[in-house]
């Protein structure tokens, strides 16, 4: 059996993760605090992937970065990079395909804290960012590494956007849940079933070592 | 010296109301904030520490303009510095109550002294959630002193301790507020609780 897909899903996930992390950090904190017109569009287009099906969502990132019009000539002209049938364009995908499971835990988490954890940091004159990092972040642990790994389980599972924008190109953007896809259209089911048992077995154990930290996690008083 | 005139309108049960207070507190002094329910004591306490922002007024201390509506000045919290006792306690549910002190001052001789007023010595690893309700507000008060404020706003500080060590606590900050010449505003619901604390009075109604 080829390992290939295998790990590069776990490549996708874990990169896709890592970004989202870095990105939705202060996304979610900018959109914890308050409401105005612009944050309630900007989260409406952050939260469309959940319910917008996979493939709509790839027609048109394929269209938007495609080598021959828009963005993804002058893309591909000024840098050279190509986002369709790439690995980074994998990236792309997921990071847009799986924002709303990074943003939705951390700023729902973040709007939960009193109001006060943060009065009480600034009136000792401590920065807006000391803040976040050494009073608000570790005070929102689980909900951070629920979303670390919803996202990641998330990416694991993609398909739909995977298909339209990176194609099925060995070693490139042949993640497992295409190749699941791939032996069965072959009727190799012995391979489908070994992609799916491992994607299956992956994915139980994040879930299942998510719900046991956050089991000690209740001990919490904010809970 | 502080002034403060500010007007602030509030939400209430039967409609809105407004929040007019024009006072001037000496510095050093120790005045005592009372009134019933939903007045707007912790507003006032909150506008003057920068995390409220009234409709109009002005606050002035030390000469320094804190707030001005009309020259829509407004300096942040982080400027203004001033010590500020949350009436819930508004602890860091993350930091041992050593990391509290610690994350306010780096004054470990301070840190010392607080922690032996506060009586918390032997306690200086727990965590909040393990600490009593009257261990957690004295973590609040010291947390406030940590950095030695100019201007100590206290949301009522002493409701959750017992008369004794209320008593001994209330004798240790009167000392450190006149050491270091501190003007301190105290919102409570029973003015006898302060034992001569205080020196003036505001009443918000």
Redesign the interface.
């Given at each position: 059996m080829d390992l290939n897909p295998i790990w590069l899903t776990l490549k996708l996930a874990g990169i896709t993760t890592l970004l989202l992390l870095v990105v939705g950090l202060p996304l979610a904190w900018w959109l914890s605090k308050g409401r105005s017109f612009v944050k309630i569009i900007l989260e409406a287009i952050i939260t469309m992937p959940l319910v917008l099906p996979p493939s709509v969502l790839g027609f048109y990132l394929l269209l938007a970065f495609s080598p021959q019009h828009g963005i993804g000539k002058w893309l591909h002209q000024a840098f050279n990079i190509q986002f369709v049938f790439s690995f980074q364009g994998l990236v792309l995908a997921s990071i847009i395909y799986s924002m709303p499971f990074m943003i939705g835990p951390i700023k729902s988490a973040l709007q939960q804290l009193?109001v006060?954890?943060s009065?009480?940091?600034?009136?000792?004159?401590?920065?807006k960012w000391q803040t976040f990092v050494?009073?608000l972040l570790?005070?929102i642990k689980p909900s951070l590494l629920t979303a670390m790994v919803l996202t990641f389980a998330h990416t694991l599972g993609e398909f739909g956007v995977v298909l339209m924008i990176g194609g099925n190109i060995p070693n490139v953007t042949r993640v497992a849940s295409i190749a699941v896809y791939d032996s069965v259209e072959q009727m190799d089911y012995a391979a489908a079933n070994a992609y799916s048992f491992i994607l299956f077995s992956i994915t139980f154990v994040m879930v299942i070592s998510v719900f046991v930290f956050n089991k000690y996690q209740l001990?919490?008083?904010?809970e | 010296m502080i002034s403060v005139t500010i007007e602030k309108k509030l939400k209430a049960y039967k409609g809105q109301q407004v929040l007019k207070v024009s006072r001037t507190f000496e510095a050093g002094s120790i005045t005592q904030i009372y009134g019933p329910s939903g007045a707007g004591k912790t507003t006032f306490l909150?506008i003057i520490?920068?995390?409220i922002e009234p409709e109009k007024g002005n606050i002035i201390v030390d000469g320094i303009t804190w707030l001005d509506t009309k020259s829509k000045i407004s300096i942040?919290?982080?400027k203004r510095?001033?010590?500020?006792v949350?009436q819930?306690y508004?602890?860091?549910?993350?930091m041992t109550v050593r990391k509290h002190l610690e994350?306010?001052t780096s004054d470990a001789a301070w840190i010392e002294r607080l922690l032996a007023i506060g009586k918390l010595e032997t306690f200086t690893n727990h965590k909040?959630?393990y600490l009593s309700g009257g261990q957690q507000q004295r973590l609040a008060i010291l947390?406030?002193l940590?950095?030695k404020p100019k201007l100590l706003l206290m949301d009522e500080p002493f409701s959750a301790l017992d008369p004794e060590m209320k008593s001994a606590l209330i004798g240790e900050l009167k000392m450190i507020f006149d050491e270091m010449g501190t003007t301190v505003l105290i919102v409570t619901h029973n003015p006898q609780e302060l034992n001569g604390l205080a020196d003036g009075e505001l009443n918000i109604n």
């Open positions: 009193p006060s954890l009065q009480a940091s600034y009136s000792i004159g401590k920065t050494h009073v570790p005070n001990k919490s008083p904010l | 909150k520490a920068g995390f942040s919290p982080q510095i001033a010590g500020f949350f819930d508004a602890l860091f549910p993350n994350y306010a909040p959630e947390r406030a940590a950095i």
